[in-house]
């Protein structure tokens, strides 16, 4: 009895979701033989983290607050980057044109602030982030289509100078830097929140909703239409199913790839200005690891704009929900969420395989 | 007494999909004897010996090596059975010398790399006959010296049945006598041979018997001696049958697209097309027959805009067409349809619908940054209908089609577009009766219409009733143009085969010329000028 | 020069060495798994898991040698998870290796974290490792002024790294094995249709580069000032010795020197300051530099490398032809 793999010619959606549902199981199952190991309870692990600690939780609303101030960077990041992948061009400076997008909101927030209304400083927060972390990210579309530069390294290695950059920038006491809080003698970053700040809706009760969240749902629409409807959105399509074809078809794939990126590029910014905005100080953590997070999101999702929200939902509260949970099973880290996420695609890529490729067993002799 | 063959299948049959390359096969390959296999594009010569190599498990069917039955599973087990591969495409290491492509196969090459490696490749390489430089990187080698290294490396790991694919193809003349020199001696000294050839003369020379497949089924295998090459060539596309495809007969306009001593180069930088003459009228159908690799594929990219030529005129309407973008010649009217090799290639993007295929060249037309879906969903279900495309809908993934149907849908995209001159190369193939004869009234109407069509095609059945000419290649050279109702499918194997040269057979001047020629005299003499300049040494 | 200039360039030169042999490691590691035709982009992960594992187990044995061991070991385990999902299930690559830096990085907080509360090792309780990591100072060669102590005074997993190194280039350039291996990063289907198993080699060889990979990562833990304390990680080393593998030209030999010039630069951060008191007329503007952008430096240097390279597309590359793509034989 030997085994052979042939590749498949279909497969129908409803096995492909069950095996990835399998997939994300099997890595919670998983999870739960680890926390067996160190003596917690999986069932209440698990219970709390995916709850967030907000069954039975009097300020039940501040915690659902906090979990979206996770969900929304992470979403829009995941989008954006979905933009870049589905033209297989590997953006992995997420991290470092979010970096880069924080500061430009801040220095805006800082700078003009004081002096312009709120609403109009908060438009230029955006879209100075924007055009800083579009450009951060253009910049290596332009050589990756110049000088065909790996992508993949050169947005890692400006990844880390960016972080550099802010680390610089909340280090260094010194007059011009306007970023540190001047009361202090320790460097330590200043507080715009009472300048300038994204309004928040109140809802029901004492939650209110921050305006942010309902721009990124609506950002997420229009991305989606963008990405179906228009010629724009036509082209990334065939761009990254055949540079070939899209290159027969008259399509000038050079300038298509560099929009493209410079776009996901700017949504990245435009998360941070959001998160900035609403955080009111800046931060060398600033990004939160999102620039990682939203890789694995937008894969798991396959570039599926609607899929990215959903997914971003339940990865944010994984990775929120084990932060709340390390509070009470004190010797399990927050990073076990890092763990879990690795786990549950390291299963769906392996899921992924059957569902492109078949394995057939051939006895010996060639006679079936 | 029964004869212990050194290889023998019998009823392999190899599917992949849905399409069936090879049906029931047998093949014996007697010990110490050269056979030649014989076939046209297609009939999944190739994919049979790939099964004898180790590169594709068969379906269904049995393989023995020296009487007894064995399973090939991985090229290792071909090694070891003494069964060795010169494949089509190289198999080389680029940034390694020669010797360290035979070595690394090696069986008992010891730890360390010792330097006299080198040595010991040049003595066996010499004494087989053969002049390689050992330590020639093989980046650095010319074709046929790739091909010979293919050949030595085989021979060195000791394979008792040795097969060669296409082998003459890229070797010159004095090559391909040394080539037949060392099968000779090999022989002699107890190999079996089996050699994949689409020339008629060299299956003549060199081999003792002739197995012949046609369209992946096996045909029959004859003495040498006892045939020739008429016979082979009728075994090889099988007997005239009627078909009842329409021909109208429709004025025909002036020369629209002209070629006047076109010269291109393929991917390996030897010449694919080689100072070929043609035209084709409005309302006219001109076939181009040729075997797999006489030069269609670099002709129809050249003129399509995506692929550049070494030297001659293209002129469409009196405009020269040469350098021109693919969307500049698609703006000009001159639409293309083409299906490589690899089925899905260039032309369509597989994971999009085929609504989305549809839109593909027009797509910026529609006003607004929206795309118009819902004329390309119209026109998708207007192409479904009329050419019968088996799909679920719409929108299929055009991955997900068929291959006959794919390439409805490529044809039916282009003819949306109300081109002036078609290009369409295979585009029947895979496909059933009832589809290829939808495609053919779809070109007859075109022809109609007053469009000119380059038909590249392999069924000379089909294109002796439907063109009105036919163009025959053979590496690269017009064998001729003849009137399809004056010629005879043998006449056309033989000239595909290089056995027969018509150029100057129909008219007063050579063929490929037109009298109401659109190329002025200027651009001509221009033409002239830059190739008396090339010549020069 | 003055004894005190003399002293300072000495222990300049010295902690060269000593802050970026992980650089060395981690670079002959990718070496090895890209001449297989595999970019991992894991290598980050894979250190921290080499460095946690090898640190706590290497402490409670007490022996450097079951450390290294034991961080070669878990870096190799890596090394299977990534072979077994890009070869055998032909997961993509990027994908693969980006999701191992996380769980890797995961793995070493968890872990570290989890332990502190509980029974953390410090490393100065144990002698043998604490002297396993002391200096051993070549005979002869080491009393060459200035760059005697620092070259050839070194703890053993310094000349471990450079033995390896040398290693590496021998096995890939100078014998049978290598050769194999090389062909299956440049075709595969080549030395398929030889009878080299590709899959058993990519195997193979993803696992001792990633285990090569780990030992760097034990060596981060065991440098980091002696108490090794797993609430900080140094970033970026893993992703430097991916740049690296690029400027070395895939040669495990030339990685050495390219070890040398970046930790230059990066050794200016730490030292800068001292060097610029023992030279105030020459070197004294080095302590005006702002120690980011020591820190940001090798990442300059590596991006400015990157783009030079595929500016130039040198021929000789030593960069594997089919590198970042899975093999599969029936491919149609």
């Known amino acids: 009895m030997r085994f052979h793999v042939v590749k498949r010619d279909n497969c129908p959606l409803w096995k492909k979701l069950c095996l990835y549902v399998l997939a994300v199981a099997a890595a919670l199952g998983l999870g739960a033989l680890v926390l067996l190991a160190m003596g917690v309870d999986p069932a209440a692990y698990y219970y709390r983290m995916f709850t967030m600690g907000m069954v039975g939780n009097k300020i039940a609303y501040k915690t659902f607050e906090n979990y979206l101030k996770v969900f929304v960077p992470l979403a829009l990041t995941s989008v954006a980057l979905s933009l870049a992948f589905k033209m297989r061009f590997w953006n992995i400076g997420g991290e470092g044109q979010f970096i880069l997008g924080a500061v430009a909101a801040a220095t805006v927030a800082f700078k003009l602030g004081p002096s312009l209304p709120g609403a109009v400083t908060l438009v230029l927060m955006c879209l100075a982030a924007m055009l800083c972390a579009g450009l951060y990210g253009a910049f290596v579309a332009v050589l990756k289509v110049k000088f065909g530069t790996n992508e993949t390294l050169m947005t890692l290695m400006l990844n880390y100078i960016a972080l550099y950059f802010i680390t610089f920038l909340g280090e260094t006491k010194a007059d011009w830097n306007f970023y540190l809080d001047p009361k202090s003698a320790r460097p330590i970053f200043a507080s715009f929140a009472d300048i300038v700040s994204f309004p928040k809706i109140p809802l029901v009760g004492k939650f209110s909703l921050n305006v942010c969240v309902i721009f990124t749902l609506v950002i ?31 399509m000038r794939v050079n300038t298509i790839v560099l929009r493209t990126v410079f776009l996901s590029a700017c949504l990245i910014g435009l998360a941070a200005a959001f998160k900035v905005g609403t955080a009111g100080i800046l931060s060398t953590a600033i990004t939160d690891d999102v620039g990682w997070t939203g890789i694995i999101v937008a894969w798991l999702s396959q570039m599926n704009t609607a899929v990215i929200f959903l997914v971003s939902a339940l990865i944010s509260m994984l990775r929120y929900g084990s932060t709340i949970a390390a509070a009470t099973f004190s010797q399990v880290d927050s990073s076990f969420a890092n763990m879990l996420q690795g786990a549950i695609l390291f299963l769906v890529l392996a899921a992924d395989f059957y569902t492109r490729f078949r394995v057939v067993s051939v006895q010996k002799g060639g006679k079936n | 007494m029964p004869e212990q063959y050194a290889i023998e299948m019998r009823g392999v049959t190899k599917t992949f999909g ?162 037949f020199e060392v099968l000779r001696r090999m022989r002699e000294n107890g190999h079996s041979i089996i050699i994949i050839t689409h020339k008629l003369n060299e299956v003549m020379e060199i081999s003792d018997r002739v197995a012949i497949l046609r369209k992946g089924e096996y045909i029959t295998t004859v003495n040498t001696a006892d045939t020739n090459e008429q016979e082979l060539t009728e075994w090889m596309v099988g007997r005239k049958v009627d078909l009842n495809i329409d021909r109208p007969v429709v004025e025909k306009t002036r020369p629209l697209l002209e070629i006047r001593d076109l010269t291109i180069k393929n991917d390996e930088g030897a010449v694919a097309i080689d100072h070929v003459n043609f035209y084709i009228r409005g309302g006219e159908i001109l076939g181009v027959a040729g075997i797999a690799g006489c030069g269609q594929k670099e002709l129809c990219e050249a003129i399509a805009g995506l692929r550049p030529i070494q030297s001659g005129l293209m002129i469409h309407k009196g405009d020269n ?217 | 020069m003055e004894m005190n200039q003399l002293g300072v360039v000495t222990t300049f030169v010295h902690n060269i060495v000593v802050y970026n042999i992980p650089l060395l ?168 249709s030889v009878g080299i198993n590709v899959k058993r080699y990519k195997y193979v060889h993803t696992m001792l580069g990633c285990g090569i990979m780990g030992i760097g990562g034990y060596y981060m833990a065991l440098n980091m000032s002696g108490s090794f304390n797993s609430t900080c990680w140094i970033n970026g080393y893993g992703w430097i010795a991916v740049a690296l593998v690029i400027f070395a030209n895939w040669n495990p030999a030339l990685a050495i020197l390219g070890t040398f010039v970046f930790g230059f630069f990066n050794t200016l951060r730490v030292s800068g300051s001292s060097l610029a008191a023992a030279f105030p007329g020459t070197l004294g503007w080095l302590a005006a530099i702002p120690t980011q952008v020591y820190q940001a430096l090798p990442f300059v240097i590596t991006a400015v490398v990157l783009v030079v390279t595929s500016v130039r597309k040198r021929e000789g590359s030593g960069l594997p032809a089919a590198l970042g793509l899975n093999y599969f034989r029936e491919e149609r």
């Open chain 1, 220 to 250: 997420g629409v229009l991305v989606f239409i963008y990405l179906k409807y228009t010629k724009h959105g036509y082209e990334i399509a065939v761009v990254g199913d055949s540079a070939g074809t899209a290159h027969y078809a008259g």
């Open chain 2, 321 to 537: 067409i040469v350098g021109l973008s693919p969307k500049a010649i698609l703006e000009k009217g001159i639409s293309m349809s083409f299906i490589p090799e690899d089925r899905l290639g260039m032309g369509l993007a597989p994971s999009l619908s085929i609504t989305d295929n549809m839109i593909l060249k027009n797509y910026s037309e529609a006003r607004g940054p929206f795309v118009d879906r819902k004329g390309g969903r119209e026109d998708a279900q207007r192409v479904i209908e009329e050419l019968e495309v088996v799909t679920p809908s719409t929108e299929t993934p055009v991955r997900r089609l068929s291959g006959g149907n794919v390439q409805k849908v490529l044809l039916g995209r282009e003819i949306k577009a109300g081109p002036n001159v078609i290009v369409t190369a295979y585009p029947v193939r895979g496909l059933d009766i009832n589809s290829s004869y939808a495609i053919y009234n779809i070109l007859n109407q075109q022809k109609e219409a007053g469009v000119g069509i380059l038909f590249v095609g392999e069924d000379l059945d089909v294109m002796l009733a439907l063109c009105d000419k036919i163009m025959v290649l053979c590496h690269g050279k017009v064998m001729g143009v003849v009137h399809a109702h004056k010629t005879s499918k043998e006449e056309l194997g033989l000239m595909m085969t290089g056995a027969l040269d018509l150029t100057n057979k129909y008219e007063d001047k050579p063929a490929g010329y037109a009298k109401d020629t659109n190329i002025t005299d200027e651009e001509l003499r221009e033409l002239e000028q830059r190739e008396g300049e090339e010549e020069q040494p």
């Open chain 2, 18 to 179: 849905s399409v069936v390359a090879n049906k029931d096969v047998d093949l014996t390959l007697r010990q110490g004897e050269i056979l030649a296999l014989l076939g046209e594009n297609g009939s999944g010569k190739t994919t049979l010996m790939n099964m004898l190599s180790g590169i594709y498990k068969p379906d269904k069917g049995e393989i023995r090596v020296d009487g007894k039955t064995v399973s090939i599973d991985s090229p290792e087990d071909a090694k070891r059975l003494g069964i060795g591969m010169v494949h089509q495409h190289f198999k080389l290491v680029d940034v390694f010398s020669a010797a360290d492509n035979i070595w690394m196969g090696r069986e008992k090459a010891g730890l360390t790399l010792k330097g006299d490696r080198y040595a010991q490749i040049g003595e066996m390489v010499k004494k087989f006959g053969f002049d390689i430089d050992p330590k020639k990187k093989v980046r650095n080698m010319a074709v046929s010296e790739k091909q010979t290294l293919e050949i030595i490396k085989v021979l060195y790991y000791g394979a008792k049945v040795i097969i060669l694919d296409e082998p003459t193809a890229v070797l010159t003349v004095q090559e391909i006598e040394k080539l």
């Open chain 3, 25 to 192: 490691y981690g670079t002959v590691g990718e070496i090895v798994v890209e001449k297989s035709g595999s970019l991992n982009l894991g290598v980050e992960g894979i250190m921290a898991v080499g460095a946690i594992f090898g640190y706590i187990i290497g402490c409670y044995a007490n022996s450097m040698a079951v450390g290294i061991l034991t961080a070669f070991l878990f870096g190799a385990l890596c090394g299977l998870l990534f072979a077994a999902l890009t070869v055998s299930l032909q997961a993509n690559q990027n994908i693969t290796g980006l999701t191992l830096t996380t769980f890797g990085l995961g793995v070493y907080f968890f872990v570290g974290n989890g332990l502190k509360s509980v029974a953390w090792p410090a490393m100065n309780d144990y002698a043998n490792i604490k002297n396993g990591f002391a200096d051993l100072a070549i005979p002869g060669l080491s009393q060459i002024p200035v760059i005697g102590r620092g070259l050839f005074s070194h703890n053993v997993m310094v000349y471990l790294a450079v033995a390896v190194a040398l290693a590496m280039w021998w096995y890939l350039n100078r014998t049978t094995p290598g050769l194999r291996l090389r062909a299956v990063g440049e075709n595969p289907g080549a030395a398929d």
